[in-house]
């Protein structure tokens, strides 16, 4: 695929680790659909795309709606091209115990965050299936293997992700299709979601540390859609609590009970009164990043070895083969 021409939709692109995306893709000159519900944050993206270099269509969308989605899509393959890419990244949450949820506000975080991937990919698939090409990626997170108290909705509609991921792979395999699919399993980062979602909780909502800037995922997922594999995970925590959870997944319920309340706050006091993005975008250009940058990390070791894999296992057979000669010849 030439990256310089390829036409890459994102949904969630107005913000966070989507507004990371849009700029890496247009540093490679991508003609990129942007979707997502703000304006101000769109048209902040679109003219940074036009700026790096690439090209932009901006459409106002709402994921949990298939419909719009839909449009979208054909908007955008009639204005930019055909998609070659489509990445799924639109998330909602609510910061709160399960006991003082409402049926409104899980229904809310699971029809953007797991039905807006669905519905993403429903797209995509209806046109990339028919020309047998085609890459589309999930934008996960190690909560899609292992629930934190405070975070049910999100942590739940990570997990069903996961499993609509894993069941649409099989079904291309199934039909030796050449589109392919590949979810990277994301660690915290500074987005600046933790200054808008709802949040019920005494204190500010930080990401739980170690924090990672929204660039180190956006390189793990332009990284994905080029070179997809079944599934990435970046960062070594990431990998921490995925294989904890495997091992002892009860031990594991208990020192999260014990750390996890804390861990996902920090200092002041949380403004019970402030706006919110869960039913209707926050005004404004947010950027990519939050308020962590003190804090963030611009590097992952393990993402760096998992990127590399092939030329460590290479390297490593290399040391081995010439250590046994060695040994034979003596």
Known sequence: ???ASEVVVITGASAGV???LVRKFARNGARIGLLARGRDGLEAARKEVEELGGKALVAMVD?????EVEAAAAAIET???EIDIWINNAMASVFSPVKEM???EFRRVTEVTYLGCVHGTLAALKRMLPRDRG???QVGSAL???GIPLQSAYCAAKHALQGFHES??????HDRSKVEISMVQLPALNTPQFGWVKSRLPRKGQPVPPIFQPEVAADAIYFAAHHPRREFFLGGATVKAILANKIAPGLLDRILARIGFDSQQYNGAEDPNRAHNLWAPVPGDHGAHGDFDARAKSWSMQWWMSRHRLAIGLGIAAVIATVVGILIAT
Do not use: F, K
């Open 135 to 137: 890459v589309i990626v």
């Open 1 to 3: 695929m030439n990256q």
């Open 18 to 20: 989507g507004r990371a």
């Open 63 to 67: 994921v949990a709606n298939a419909e």
């Open 144 to 146: 899609a293997y292992r």
């Open 79 to 81: 204005e930019l091209g």
């Open 168 to 173: 649409l792979r099989c079904e291309l395999i």
């Open 102 to 104: 409402t049926a409104d």
